[in-house]
């Protein structure tokens, strides 16, 4: 008799959405990835930041990457084997490639944004969106889904203490 090994069911979930190059899109845009994320039952610490993440890139995507008429594409893919999410925001501006700005001063009003993205991503970067556009995509890693246990608790756990 052969004796298989459990496998873990890893999965691959994806969420894209067109939206407006407008504020309220952008808005829409980081509320859609809350609620995406806390449906897939996401890390607390990961939907943090990916908040500000979508944020900061489709509000740059609505100002910078607008073109009149078109649309700016959000897409989330969270990879539970690899424990990353990848957001990727896409417009139709190719030819302006975000970069980290220069040192400016602090009481500077913008370009902060991709900075605030550099800080919470694990890595982020550009690719070409064809035909003429630009995705700007970054990578949040996320610890591991533990199996949930059910049951006893072990000896070190808080519930299991007593004064």
């Not at 990353?84 to 700005?101: N, Q, Y």
Request: aromatic residues 4%; positive net charge; charged residues 25%.
């Amino acid at each position: 008799m052969h004796a298989s090994t459990p496998q873990s069911c890893a999965t691959v979930r994806t969420f894209a959405q067109r939206l407006s190059s407008t504020r309220r899109g952008a808005r829409l845009a980081r509320l859609l990835a809350v609620e995406r994320l806390t449906a897939w039952e996401t890390s607390p610490h990961v939907i943090e930041r990916a908040e500000h993440v979508v944020a900061e890139l489709a509000a740059n995507a609505a100002l910078h990457g607008r073109v009149l008429g078109r649309d700016f594409l959000l897409a989330l893919t969270l990879d539970d084997a690899a424990g990353t999410l990848r957001i990727a925001v896409s417009d139709t501006r190719g030819e302006r490639r975000p970069a980290i700005p220069p040192e400016r001063e602090p009481d500077h009003e913008s370009g902060r944004g991709l900075l605030v993205v550099d800080a919470l991503a694990d890595r982020w970067g550009t690719e070409p969106f064809p035909p003429s556009g630009k995705t700007v995509w970054a990578l949040l890693t996320q610890p591991p889904r533990l199996p949930v246990s059910r049951g006893r608790r072990s000896a070190g756990s808080p519930a299991a203490w007593t004064t």
